[in-house]
């Protein structure tokens, strides 16, 4: 993929970023979405690639998400196809109620190179470079954990684990404790915490647990791109979604996923932040200017790009709400 298109996406992340900034703290998710979802939708049309959505925010009909199998962008036969993943709002939650770590995010590659499944849970495992080969959802909590102190060069009461708050982690939350980690709970929101395992001083060493397998594979193109570890599982809420996971292309829909069986070739990930966290600071007003951070990575060159950006408000109004 062209170079160029990596600024053209990150426009796209900072649309719905800007956009879905307007609900922070209003305790309205869906409007706060939906008007992400808007926003990106419109500057995908800017983009100069044909676009699939192969992972999105719900399936067919589910409007007004970006469903699985819509098609975004010019409609010219001459441009390059690609396949998406996106989460105009990663954290919904995040934002409605002023929280930090909502972003704005999606993943491109070449047609095919992504993984094409329903909207279902994953469970997921992700660390940075230096655990590669050397974590894995077979082995049990204590095992992974000792396995990357030692990559690392650190004692396993060095590490700080990131586990979403949920019942079902309890189990899990015990087990790491038990072996000595430290367990940073999140409320919402995994792709950044993944994406952080793979940079230094982050203060993240892995990300464990069960999340949406939507942002499993955003959170692979990522550590796809820099270098890390990640492996994840589908985990179906019904025979439903493993029949549609097969009628998709998945031959074995239980299989522990590999990076390059989530993501492979040729990657853009892009995210914008929409309330400051960890990873990236949210958008900022200041008079009548917007201020954006975003992270821009490229798998082909292990390029890692911050983009700061300063828009007039009124402009992007205009150019983005009334297109």
């Known amino acids: 993929m062209d170079r160029t298109l990596v600024l053209e996406y990150t426009r796209v992340t900072e649309a719905a ?13 869906m409007s706060a979405d939906a008007a992400a979802v808007k926003a990106m939708r419109a500057a995908f049309e800017r983009v100069p690639a044909r676009g699939t959505i192969v992972i999105g925010e719900g399936e067919r009909d589910e409007a ?28 919904t939650n995040l934002c409605a109620n002023g929280l930090p770590g909502a972003l704005a995010v999606l993943a491109v590659a070449h047609k095919g190179h992504l993984l094409n499944a329903p909207d279902t849970y994953m469970a997921k495992i992700a660390c940075g470079p230096e655990g590669r080969g050397k974590i894995s959802l077979d082995k049990s909590p204590r095992d992974n954990l000792w396995a990357l102190a030692a990559a690392k060069g650190l004692r396993p009461d060095e590490l700080t684990v990131v586990v979403l708050d949920r019942p079902r982690h309890a189990t899990l939350i015990q087990e790491l404790r038990a072996a000595g980690a430290r367990i940073l709970l999140v409320t919402d929101g995994d792709v950044a915490p993944v994406v952080a395992t793979c940079i230094p001083k982050s203060g993240i060493d892995m990300v464990y647990g069960i999340g949406g397998a939507p942002e499993g594979v955003l959170g692979a193109a ?27 292309g998945m031959k ?16 853009l ?14 958008v900022r007003r200041i008079g009548n200017r917007l201020h954006l951070q975003s992270l821009a990575l490229r798998s082909t060159t292990g390029t890692i790009r911050w983009v700061n950006t300063d828009v007039d408000a009124h402009r992007y109004i205009h150019e983005y709400e009334h297109a």
């Open 17 to 29: 970023a800007i956009s879905a900034s307007a609900q922070i703290g209003r305790g309205d998710g």
């Open 222 to 248: 990522a550590v796809h791109c820099m270098g890390g570890e990640f492996q994840g599982k589908l985990q179906f809420r019904n025979d439903d979604e493993r029949a549609r996971a097969i009628a998709m």
């Open 269 to 282: 990930f892009v995210a914008t932040g929409v309330t400051s966290g960890p990873l990236l600071k949210g």
């Open 64 to 91: 007004p998400m970006l469903f699985i199998g819509e098609k975004v962008g010019p409609s010219d036969p001459k441009l390059l196809e690609v396949d998406i993943a996106v989460d105009p709002l990663e954290g």
């Open 252 to 267: 074995d829909p239980d299989q522990v996923l590999n990076v390059h069986d989530l993501v492979r070739g040729d990657v």
